[in-house]
């Protein structure tokens, strides 16, 4: 899984990070670190499903779900064949 990681960590590097930005890791919060907001969220979710073919249901979707890339990995994983 940690292909799985990287990617993600990669697109919300690419997507949500300045330049001038601190790098992240897997564990740094997201929603409560203020890097990912409820709009970028819905765009990261779509990215998700369409990546790896799933459907994240919306009450599984909550900001405590996506608050870093191992919490968004574990979600994946519930819905990958």
């Known amino acids: 899984m940690e292909e799985m990681k990287d990617v993600i960590l990669e697109y919300v590097t690419n997507e949500y990070l300045e330049e001038d930005d601190d790098e992240i890791s897997y564990d740094t919060p ?3 670190g203020g890097i ?9 979710k779509r990215f998700l ?3 790896y073919k799933i459907s994240i249901p ?4 909550t ?3 996506f608050d870093s890339v191992d919490k968004i990995v574990e979600l ?5 064949s």
């Open 36 to 44: 990912v907001d409820s709009f970028s969220m819905a765009s990261l």
């Open 58 to 61: 919306d009450d599984k979707a």
């Open 49 to 51: 499903e369409v990546k």
């Open 30 to 32: 997201l929603i409560s």
């Open 76 to 80: 994946v994983k519930e819905y990958v």
């Open 63 to 65: 900001p405590e779900a």
